[in-house]
Antibody, heavy 121, light 107 residues
């Protein structure tokens, strides 16, 4: 069974940093691109970042470019999101998402349950 | 970025009804479109990818069509389990934008 388990969320002050982790199991992790998608309370879905299977291609939404860094460790079957200079509008549930493809996307076929990040003083 | 516009935002329907949700892209995305179902407090679930291909395990009452800029998700006969929010998403190019969502409610 494919499982994605996020961790690392919490309450953080504006301007501070936070690191999210995602532990993957049940599939060949280094065979898939991975993404972070977020959902602000009561709002729609927003793609945040994506990383290819070998980390050669990493992309970011304009809203987080320069502040967030995505990485992966295929030996540990793990995905990470380093978030810095956090703002109130970064408050959201952050989902770790598996892609059907390795480099370019072929749709998101498995989602974790999410970890909540709240940015507030 | 490619903008995705879903309509309607809210849809009220009864069990057994046939319903259609529309998604329009601001530029051509070929068939690089997915539909997701999301229930309250749960993560989204992939229903359809490449505009019309049903994900494994998804009931056949769900179908998708379209290409270029105009797409539809159809549920042929609504079941109680189908009342949820539906999101379309383009994965033709970064950023992989989503529509604003369509909330399907029980009439």
């Amino acid at each position: 069974e494919v499982q994605l388990v996020e961790s690392g969320g919490g309450l953080v002050q504006p301007g501070r940093s936070l690191r999210l982790s995602c532990a993957a199991s049940g599939f060949t992790f280094d065979d898939c691109a991975m993404h972070w998608v977020r959902q602000a309370p009561g709002k729609g879905l927003e793609w945040v970042s994506g990383i290819s299977w070998n980390s050669n291609k990493i992309e970011y939404a304009d809203s987080v470019k320069g502040r967030f860094t995505t990485s992966r460790d295929n030996a540990k079957n793990s995905l990470y999101l380093q978030m810095s200079s956090l703002r109130a509008d970064d408050t959201a549930l952050y989902y770790c998402v598996k892609d059907r493809g390795r480099i370019s996307s072929y749709a998101f076929d498995c989602w974790g349950q999410g970890t909540l990040v709240t940015v507030s003083s | 970025d490619i903008q995705m516009t879903q309509s309607p935002s809210t849809l009220s329907a009864s069990v057994g009804e046939r319903v259609t949700i529309t998604c329009r892209a601001s530029q051509s995305i070929s068939s690089w479109l997915a539909w997701y179902q999301q229930k309250p407090g749960k993560a989204p679930k992939l229903l359809i990818y490449k505009a019309s291909i049903l994900e494994s395990g998804v009931p056949s009452r769900f179908s998708g069509s379209g290409s270029g800029t105009d797409f539809t998700l159809t549920i042929s006969s609504l079941q109680p389990d189908d009342f949820a929010t539906y999101h379309c998403q383009q994965y033709s190019s970064y950023s992989y934008t989503f529509g604003q969502g369509t909330r399907l409610e029980i009439k």
